[in-house]
């Protein structure tokens, strides 16, 4: 059901398979907006960017303009007369509208999530493309900015395939759960928005990221979940507590030392979610761990 949701991915480039930089192998995965060595486990990109010359022509005016032309939601605003406030010694260049004001107080707050949270750049872009479409539906009050972006950033994470889960999202933008929380559930009223459930792989990737893990421990937690998907697990009940799991488990076996309160704080659930799925996953995948 959840791969249904996914937007398949050709993991060839000019017609020839993708090889990993580092193993040299062939065996490169999509998952989500990343591509991943399943021998080794390096997460390799978040973007696939085209870098075929373009073949069009331009005159000499219209390459100046496209060269500060916007190219997505995070610059795409409109141009807008300035107005100098303050005096002589001290002056201050703003926008007029607050409309405008509020869209750059957000791609300002959004960039410093996205850099702790290491989004890629079409999360990022669809964030700033739901807030100007809840901008065009209804006023934005200031104060209510903060709580709106993380809110986006939680809806965004998930529909671009990279899911971040609340806890991280409210400790990192400093804004409190139930205030992302009510402006999460106005953003879906007011947008009609659907939600995909996320993946426990998704989570295994920037969980292990944040954790420092090697791409081999990664890999190998990617592997666990696809088996205990085979023998019957429920991941979409608790993707965040499974991935957790699935990475203390990893770490174990392939001897990274992470303990279970480190991997817990990382995704955002407690060490008894933690502790609880790793006994079910290790007893239905009958894993000897050692130590």
Same mark, same amino acid.
């Given at each position: ?146 709580? &709106?972006? @993380? #809110?986006?950033? =939680?809806? %965004?994470? *998930?529909?671009? +395939? ?7 999202? !409210? ?70 507590? &499974?991935? @957790? #799991?699935?990475? =203390?488990? %990893?770490? *174990?076996?392939? +001897? ?7 991997? !817990? ?27």
């Amino acid at each position: 059901m959840e791969d249904d949701n996914e937007e398949e991915k050709d993991n060839t480039y000019y017609g020839k398979p993708l090889k990993c930089p580092y193993c040299g192998s062939e065996e490169i995965e999509p998952i989500g907006d990343t591509y991943v060595c399943m021998r080794c486990g390096s997460v390799l990109e978040e973007e696939i960017i085209d870098l075929r010359p373009e073949r069009r022509e331009f005159s000499p005016e219209n390459s100046l303009m496209r060269r500060f032309l916007p190219t997505s939601p995070l610059t795409n605003i409109q141009p807008v007369k300035l107005y100098i406030q303050g005096d002589k010694s001290i002056t201050r260049v703003m926008p007029k509208d607050a409309r405008t004001r509020n869209t750059l107080y957000a791609m300002s707050i959004l960039n410093e999530i996205a850099s702790r949270l290491h989004l890629p750049r079409t999360t990022k872009d669809t964030v700033m493309e739901y807030f100007r479409r809840l901008s065009m539906k209804r006023a934005i009050r200031r104060e209510r900015v903060p709580a &709106i972006v @993380a #809110a986006l950033v =939680y809806l %965004a994470s *998930r529909i671009t +395939g990279v899911p971040r889960h609340l806890d991280r999202i !409210a400790k990192v933008s400093g804004v409190k759960k139930k205030d992302i929380s009510k402006a999460y559930k106005m953003i879906r009223s007011e947008l009609k928005l659907t939600v995909p459930i996320p993946d426990a792989e998704k989570f295994v990737i920037s969980f292990g990221r944040e954790l420092g893990l090697s791409g081999e421990t990664i890999s190998k937690a990617i592997e666990i979940i696809r088996e205990a998907k085979k023998k019957g697990v429920s991941i979409g009940r608790d993707p965040a507590g &499974i991935a @957790a #799991a699935a990475l =203390y488990i %990893a770490c *174990r076996l392939m +001897g990274e030392k992470k303990t279970q309160k480190k991997v !817990a704080e990382i995704a955002g659930v407690t060490e008894v979610t933690v502790r609880n799925r790793y006994r079910e996953i290790i007893k239905l995948l009958n894993l000897d761990i050692s130590g």
